[in-house]
């Protein structure tokens, strides 16, 4: 497959999965996700321009893992694309931009699911400038005010229900009043859940948001 073939296809499943996730229906993207994943390793960064479309891809794939639920997958990609970035990166990781970027969404997510504010959160970003103080500060200071998830959404037992949860949420509430409420939701996903032997709190509740 040509290069040009290649990447209007992924930009092609893109745009499926940007429309998935407008209409609500996010429990729909991961298979989606994964083909674009497969056809992500077709690229091959063998010039700059390559490397940047990879680096684009791999940080989509962060972000949509991320949107669908999936944070090990959306942690796994903006690792990737970070290790690309570093290629285009100067001696002072100053040169590729996107790096800040891609080190803040890589914090952010660990920091929502391990609670991590101090200390080992600069094993992810020691390597992108060697004074890294100010983005840590940057990251945390904006992680304080982010709601923290239950680490149990990252477990197996949960990923293998939870579009299947999610699809049952919005077919009984999609045509009722109850469609964007997020109390109903939580209360809703916190049921099928306990149904399923899962013990689940809402961000709001979640006792490691203290």
């Known amino acids: 497959m040509d290069y040009e073939t290649l990447v209007n296809e992924i930009i092609e499943k893109r745009d499926e999965v940007y429309q998935l996730i407008e209409d609500n229906l996010t429990f729909k993207i991961t298979p989606v996700l994964?083909?674009?994943?497969?056809?992500?390793?077709?690229?091959?960064?063998?010039?700059?321009t390559h490397i940047i479309d990879k680096?684009?891809?791999?940080?989509?794939?962060?972000?949509?893992?991320?949107?669908?639920?999936?944070?090990?997958?959306?942690?796994?990609?903006?690792?990737?694309?970070?290790?690309?970035?570093k290629s285009l990166a100067d001696e002072n990781r100053q040169y590729f931009e996107p790096l800040r970027s891609l080190y803040t969404k890589l914090v952010m997510v660990r920091y929502l699911f391990e609670g991590n504010d101090s200390e080992n959160l600069k094993e992810e970003i020691s390597d992108y400038v060697k004074k890294s103080k100010s983005l840590r500060e940057d990251i945390l200071e904006e992680c304080q005010y982010a709601t923290k998830h239950d680490p149990v959404e990252d477990s197996e037992e949960y990923l293998a229900v939870i579009d299947e949860i999610e699809e049952r949420i919005y077919e009984e509430t999609k045509d009722s009043d109850d469609a964007d409420s997020s109390e109903v939701y939580n209360q809703l996903k916190k049921q099928y859940l306990a149904e399923r032997g899962i013990e689940w709190s809402d961000p709001l509740t979640y006792s490691g948001n203290n």
């Open 34 to 48: 994964n083909e674009i994943a497969q056809k992500a390793e077709e690229i091959q960064a063998d010039d700059p």
């Open 55 to 85: 680096i684009s891809v791999y940080e989509f794939l962060g972000d949509g893992y991320y949107s669908g639920g999936r944070m090990q997958l959306a942690l796994d990609y903006y690792r990737e694309a970070i290790e690309l970035g």
